[in-house]
């Protein structure tokens, strides 16, 4: 039996041992270990980042066994809306930067195949892989051909053998969470042809270090990619980024178009990374001067909820993701200030948050209970949820956005 988890001693994409230390989260539960019963006990693990001097890379020195990472807890998959949205202008994007004519797509963590489909849609021959069986199932029956495995150079050559190399080979928000992100990037270097065009979109570090996205570091994350770090990682298999579009996902993220053959960087390519150099994404003091802008945060929104409670106002949460899960630990905002949490997911009621113990429930049933102020966890669908909250509660308050940077409060009358 393998340990649950493992503290890395070098850099897990250059193998240097010069790793230093950015911020310590404590230790915390699994971010996505939501249960019924309250009275179970969760293992606690390292939540904290550090840097590689070597190459920049920021990552997770944690790596919990992926047995228990991705076991028995309540996993809620399937496209939202925003992302079903994204899929049109992401293909359309990918096919204006490829050749002309019938393209083969093949997709890393395709998931229920929503963005293989709008290439399909289009004539193209796609294949996608993901390692969950069931979503794989969802997939295939949806008309989109799934491999259910991880993927890797192992699997890259079995897909070559059998289907020849790629025009396209995308990977969307999947290195991040991959330890072994070389094997990866090598399987996506064996699968794409000499004029393919390869994908990479993940959560921009630059928009986490100014808006202080720390709600992104959790056990399933082990990496917080620049585009310094990412070509870094494309380098190092003869791959080079040409080109790179901006998307809302995760609250900010890149989309890295690279190819085997080298082709002229784009005027957008060339301003993107002049301005993560100013930014000095890849260098330690700007990471430094976040973790203790993440310290003072933790301060600012926990005494803004406990001033709230004192004043005898009902507060709620809204949004039970894996993200809200790390700020309520850090934070200290637990079942004894927030009264519920609001989840439009139907898996998640009736279940308990990890670590801080508040019953989360259905929207209908929190609004009920007629709060007086919403802690908008959920931050990064602000306008949405904001929408819903008025027409379909016609609630009225004070919500708290606890970032992008500073905690606001914004009257909702
Ligand atoms: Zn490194």
Redesign the pocket.
Known sequence: MSPPSLTIE???????PA?EPILDLGRQPLANSLRRDRTEVLPLFPLKICR?K????VQLTETVNPEILFGHYVWVTGTSEGARKYSHLFSERTVARTHTGRLFVLEVASNDGTFLRCFAERGDRVLGVDPAQNISATAREAGIPTIAEFFGLALAKRIVESEGQADVVMARNVLPHVADANDVVAGMAHCLSVEGVGVIEFHRADVILKELHYDSIYHEHLYFHSLHSIGQLLDRFGLTPFDVTTSQISGGSFVVYFSKSPRARTAALITALQKEEALGVGGAGPWQAFARRCERHRTLLRSLVQAKKAAGKRVIGYGASARSSTMLNFCGIDHRLLDVIVDRAPLKHGTYTPGTDIPIVAPERAFSLKPDVVLLLAWNFCDEILTQIRAEHGWTGEVILPLPGDPEVVEIA
């Open positions: 070098g850099c897990r994409i250059c193998e240097s790793i590689c070597a190459c920049g890379t």
